[in-house]
Nanobody, 125 residues
Framework: QVQLVESGGGLVQAGGSLRLSCAAS????????MGWFRQAPGKERELVAA????????YYADSVAGRFTISRDNAKNTVYLQMNSLKPEDTAVYYC??????????????????WGQGTQVTVSS
C-alpha cells in the first residue's frame, strides 16, 4: 500500500517562501514520476508541478513557473516543492501524488493513483 505524507505547509505573507516535502513508501519511488497538485476552495484540483522518475525532466503550470521548483531525492524517497515569491492566489491545499505506472512523466491527473493527505498553504496579502 502506497503512503505519501506531506509536510511543510503553513501561513506566510505574500512574497515569502515555503518548502513542502512528501515522503513516500510502499512502491518503488525511484521508478515513479511525482507531482504536486493544489486545490483552492471552490476550484478544481490542478497540477502545479511534476518531475520524472529520474528527476531529469520537470513540468510547471504557467501560474507558478519561475517561482516554484520541484525536486526529488530518490535515496530518501522524498519529493520537494520549493515555493518562492508566494502570492495570495497560491492559497490552497497542496497534495503530492505518485504516478501509477513506472517511468515517464505524469502531466495529467488521471496518471496518478496515489495521493497524500494534503497540506494547507495560506498566503496573506
Amino acid at each position: 500500500q502506497v503512503q505519501l505524507v506531506e509536510s511543510g505547509g503553513g501561513l506566510v505573507q505574500a512574497g515569502g517562501s515555503l518548502r513542502l516535502s512528501c515522503a513516500a513508501s510502499g512502491r518503488p519511488f525511484s521508478t515513479r514520476a511525482m507531482g504536486w497538485f493544489r486545490q483552492a476552495p471552490g476550484k478544481e484540483r490542478e497540477l502545479v508541478a511534476a518531475i520524472s522518475y529520474s528527476g531529469g525532466s520537470t513540468y510547471y503550470a504557467d501560474s507558478v513557473a519561475g517561482r516554484f521548483t520541484i525536486s526529488r531525492d530518490n535515496a530518501k524517497n522524498t519529493v520537494y516543492l520549493q515555493m518562492n515569491s508566494l502570492k495570495p492566489e497560491d492559497t490552497a491545499v497542496y497534495y503530492c501524488a505518485m504516478k501509477r505506472l513506472p517511468y515517464g512523466m505524469g502531466r495529467t491527473q488521471n496518471e496518478y493513483d496515489a495521493w497524500g493527505q494534503g497540506t494547507q498553504v495560506t498566503v496573506s496579502s
